[in-house]
């Protein structure tokens, strides 16, 4: 079973950029045919995927939000990670990794992290 | 993108009771349609993938059904565990969407 596992400040100031990192267990990062996906959440409200990566360093990003997100790929350190530029108020969430494969987009989670913004 | 909307946004149910939840797409996504389960303070987990495959692990009470544009999510007996929030997601194309959400309380 894939663990992964969100780390990265849990306060930004806006304007500023969001910076998260998810490290998955076991080098099952370099399972084939895998994607590493982020999702967020804000409090009370329904979940917004915000793009993927494969190991290949293919992307894709939402479209809502593919001008100020770029994710990336260490394999080497079992890591992704989620940078969001120009953060308001509004990029306040829980911020999910979650694995995939195939049409199983979201099949392992990790346990989420909150971002607050605010000066 | 493809809208994904749920219905009701939420219910009231007792242990035992069966249960159904349904999610319409705003295009036909054949069953490329998955299912989760968030209880509070939680991640999701995912419980049917392909409209109707039930994950290892997710008890049989759960199934889903459905095709083109809609499906359902159906909770044969209502257990204490089963209280949560539910989700569809379209895995038909990008961006992937989720619906507003299904939320099961007492």
């Known amino acids: 079973q894939v663990q992964l596992q969100e780390s990265g400040p849990g306060l930004v100031k806006p304007s500023q950029t969001l910076s998260l990192t998810c490290t998955v267990s076991d080098g099952s990062i370099n399972r084939g045919n895998y994607y590493w996906s982020w999702i967020r959440q804000p409090a009370g409200k329904g979940l917004e995927w915000i793009g993927r990566?494969?190991?290949?360093?293919?992307?894709n990003y939402n479209p809502s939000l593919k001008s100020r997100v770029t994710i990336s790929v260490d394999t080497s350190r079992s890591q992704f990670s989620l940078k969001l530029n120009s953060v308001s108020a509004a990029d306040t969430a829980v911020y999910y990794c979650?694995?995939?494969?195939?049409?199983?987009?979201?099949?392992?989670w990790g346990q989420g992290t909150l971002v607050t913004v605010s000066s | 993108d493809i809208q994904m909307t749920q219905s009701p946004s939420s219910l009231s149910a007792s242990v035992g009771d069966r249960v159904t939840i349904t999610c319409r797409a705003s295009?036909?996504?054949?069953?490329?349609l998955n299912w989760y389960q968030q209880r509070p303070g939680k991640a999701p987990k995912l419980l049917i993938d392909?409209?109707?495959k039930l994950q290892s692990g997710v008890p049989s009470r759960f199934s889903g059904s459905g095709s083109g544009t809609d499906f359902t999510l159906a909770i044969s007996s209502l257990q204490a565990e089963d209280f949560a929030t539910y989700y569809c997601q379209q895995s038909y194309g990008t961006p992937l969407t989720f619906g507003g959400g299904t939320k099961v309380e007492i």
């Open positions: 990566i494969y190991t290949s360093g293919n992307t």
């Open positions: 979650a694995s995939g494969h195939g049409y199983v987009n979201f099949d392992y």
């Open positions: 392909a409209a109707s």
């Open positions: 295009q036909s996504i054949s069953t490329y």
